[in-house]
């Protein structure tokens, strides 16, 4: 079925907590190359019909994402996104 | 700076009311051709050297996703999957 | 005005890996003595009349929480709750 | 065990588009007299010795909540909160 990914993420002059947290726990499992973790939000919308990439951008402004606070990108899913890359 | 991106989002299987909650609140909107909405996260973790997928799916594994409930993917960022997208 | 609040958790025997990152980073914050942290929602219903609470429970089951891996209670809001806690 | 909790809310002046999709979703389960929805997390910090308030909200304002744009309070959890309210 068609899909429309939305990723949210704060913007990046807004601290983010708990991407913080995962940043300080990994010295513990042996990691010290990473600079920065963010966690945002994906959001996955599956239409019935055609994916509607203004329609997405429309609902993601009124319910997803907080346009004050975060930052939205909208686009249509390719099957080969993350193939192979699955755990 | 390279960065490795991980997307978390619950098993098909499992149930996810927040999904739920904004397809419901879709017809206020005028919205009809939208079959489901599904909400995971997505992780960037920016690298101080070259990007490690390996590292990032360990990271994922212990710290980002719970692998009974949830799946993940990761893959290195590639700099025009949002360009042009982003509101 | 009245108000409701929906505590939801991920039930005790499944793993939550954003509170184990927070529990793993509290050493390089000096913090030894805790045992765990744990992660979930908390969601404050307003009604515009009097607070309901089968009500309530009926949302919180259907867009709130996924009874298969989470835990929720629902109360009703007392003003003393978190009185003097506030930071 | 000792446990403190940490509730975290988006400040009252900052939108939040989550609890807005589960507000707007509630008129098709008949609900019509809930004003709003706001969600927010719920932190439980688990102490090997006593609880300790302090520590918890230094934890809190690090590794918890973005101080900016979220309020939060912590309390010890005392055992009747949720007595008889759990589904």
């Known amino acids: ?7 949210v993420m704060l913007k990046p002059e807004i601290l983010d907590p708990q991407g913080q947290a995962v940043a300080n ?6 990691v010290s190359d990473v600079a920065s973790v963010r ?4 959001i996955e919308i599956e239409f019935a019909g055609e994916p509607d990439l203004d329609r997405a951008r429309e609902i993601a402004d009124k319910l997803l994402a907080n346009p004050v606070i975060e930052d939205f990108a909208v686009r249509v899913d ?4 993350t193939a192979g890359a699955h755990s």
């Open 39 to 42: 966690i945002g939000r994906r």
């Open 25 to 30: 726990a990994l010295p513990r499992l042996g």
């Open 78 to 81: 390719t099957s080969d996104e």
């Open 1 to 7: 079925m068609p899909r429309v990914v939305v990723d």
